[in-house]
């Protein structure tokens, strides 16, 4: 993703049963990703949780951002088991290359 231009990065944290897909959201909605995501065609994302962060949490995570993006957005990810960490999932997630808004 080298010269990409501008960046803004997301995280967000969560807990329960629901908690890669609440993370997720989290990530997506945090005030730091001021534009969205929508707009993005580069995206890098981290998903960090402990013992109990199972692929099928990590592919619950992904739909909530792959369903948001551009579609021929490049997206990048990596996962994380921390075992210090018990029943929280943690997502970092930065977007960058913008699409420029179309005038009307």
Known sequence: MANAGSSLMG???????????????NAIQSPLLDLGIERATGIVWNITGGSHLTLFKVNTAAEV?????????????????????SGQVSITLIATRFKR???T
Do not use: H
Request: charged share 25%; hydrophobic share 45%; net charge negative.
């Open 101 to 103: 808004q179309e005038e």
């Open 11 to 25: 995280i967000g944290t969560a807990t329960g049963k629901t908690r890669a897909r609440d993370a997720a959201l």
């Open 65 to 85: 951002i792959y369903d948001l993006v551009d579609p021929t957005a490049n997206l990048i990810f990596g996962a994380v088991i921390d075992p210090s960490i």
